[in-house]
C-alpha cells in the first residue's frame, strides 16, 4: 500500500548502493528532505505497526526504556526519545542540561538507579577540567574562570620578557624572545620560542629548529612543526604542513631537545611583577619559568628546578575515545 520510492527520492542522485566486498547482498542508503522523510515513516508504521511495536518492545517498556540494575548507558549525550501527543518530551524520563549541552536520562531500575546521572557528572566533572587546564581533576575556580591559555602559561610575564628582551643580538627578535640549546647529537640549535602578535598580524613560523612555540596572539603554520605549540589565538596551518606532538616522536634525540631548550637557563632582563614599583634588573631563567608551576615539571624522569611531579602522560586521549565492534588499524 505504499507509493514507490521515487515519490521519496530523487532517483537521479538521492540514493547510493553499498555493496560488501565477497557478498551478494548490499546496502541501498536513500537521501530524503525532512518532510518526505516523516511522510514515509508515517506511512511505513501504519503498515507495519504490530511487527515494529513487537521489535520496540524488546528494549522499551512503560513508555521509556529500561535497562537491567546495574547496567549503563555511555551514549556521549545523544538519546532517542518517545515524544507526547502535544510533541513534548517526557520530562522524567530526559533531562535536557543546557549549560553542559548533554542529556542525561534516567536510565537505572531497582538498587543502583540514579547511576546514570552519577556518570553524566562525573563525565561532565572531566569535560569541564580538561577544557580548564587538560587534567581531569583539581582545577580551582579561579583556573575555571581563566582563559585555557592563561591556566598553561604565565602570560604578563612572556609579555615582559618580550618587552624586556626582544632588543638582544642573540636570542631577541621582532616581537619574541628565544632561549636557544646546542645538541652535540646532530649540531643544531633548537630553540624555545615566545612570541606576541597583539597587532592583528599572526606569528608567521618557519623555523623548522623551533621545539616549543609560544604566542600570545595568532600563529601560521609555513614549515612542518614538531614539538609543543601554544597560542593564545587561531593557529592556522598552510601548505599542507603538518603539526607533530613530541611525543608521538620515536627519535628519542628530539624528546632530548626538547628538553633542553626548556631547561637552557639564559641571563635576560626580568621585572618581578609581583612588587609594586619594582625595576628590570638582570636574571638567569629557563624557558620552564614561564610556565604556570612549570617549576614543578618532571620532563619525563628529568627533574629540574622543584620536587613535585607533573608528567607529559598525565591526560592519557586513549581513554577519551571509545569505540565498539570496529577495528583499531
Known amino acids: 500500500n505504499l507509493s514507490t520510492l521515487s515519490s521519496y527520492v530523487n532517483v537521479t542522485n538521492g540514493y547510493k548502493i553499498v555493496q560488501p566486498y565477497g557478498s551478494d547482498l548490499g546496502y541501498v542508503y536513500m537521501q530524503m528532505s525532512g518532510d518526505k522523510a516523516n511522510e514515509y515513516y508515517e506511512k511505513y508504521y501504519k503498515n507495519n505497526k504490530e511487527r515494529l511495536n513487537n521489535y520496540f518492545m524488546v528494549y522499551a517498556g512503560s ?41 542525561r536520562a534516567n536510565l537505572q531500575t531497582g538498587p543502583d538507579a540514579g547511576q546514570a546521572v552519577a556518570i553524566h557528572d562525573d563525565y561532565t566533572t572531566k569535560k569541564d577540567n580538561l577544557c580548564a587546564k587538560l587534567i581531569k581533576q583539581g582545577v580551582t575556580p579561579t583556573e575555571f574562570a581563566n582563559k585555557l591559555f592563561d591556566n598553561l602559561v604565565l602570560r604578563n610575564d ?88 613530541i611525543v608521538n616522536v620515536s627519535d628519542d634525540n628530539q624528546m632530548q631537545a626538547l628538553k633542553d631548550c626548556l631547561q637552557k637557563k639564559q ?14 634588573h638582570a636574571e638567569e631563567r629557563s624557558a620552564l619559568q614561564y610556565f604556570r608551576d612549570g617549576s614543578g615539571y618532571d620532563l619525563d624522569g628529568l627533574q629540574k628546578n622543584g620536587s613535585s611531579t607533573v608528567s607529559k602522560n598525565s591526560v592519557e586521549f586513549t581513554e577519551l575515545v571509545k569505540f565498539n565492534n570496529w577495528i583499531k588499524k
Do not use: W
Open 63 to 103: 513508555g521509556k526504556i529500561e535497562l537491567p540494575a546495574g547496567s549503563n548507558i555511555s551514549a556521549d549525550g545523544n538519546f532517542l526519545s518517545a515524544l507526547k501527543s502535544d510533541s513534548s518530551v517526557v520530562s522524567d524520563n530526559v533531562i535536557y542540561n543546557t549549560d553542559s549541552q548533554l542529556y
Open 267 to 280: 641571563s635576560l632582563m626580568y621585572l618581578n611583577t609581583v612588587s609594586a614599583g619594582s625595576l628590570p
Open 158 to 245: 612572556i609579555i615582559s620578557l618580550i618587552n624586556l628582551n626582544s632588543s638582544d643580538p642573540l636570542y631577541g627578535g621582532a616581537n619574541k624572545y628565544s632561549f636557544i640549546a646546542h645538541n652535540d647529537t646532530d649540531g643544531h640549535d633548537y630553540k624555545a620560542v615566545f612570541a606576541k602578535y597583539d597587532s592583528g598580524t599572526p606569528f608567521d613560523y618557519n623555523d623548522t629548529d623551533i621545539r616549543v612555540l609560544v604566542v600570545v596572539g595568532d600563529v601560521e603554520i609555513n614549515a612542518d612543526f614538531t614539538g609543543l605549540l601554544i597560542a593564545s589565538g587561531t593557529v592556522t596551518i598552510n601548505g599542507g604542513h603538518t603539526i607533530t606532538s
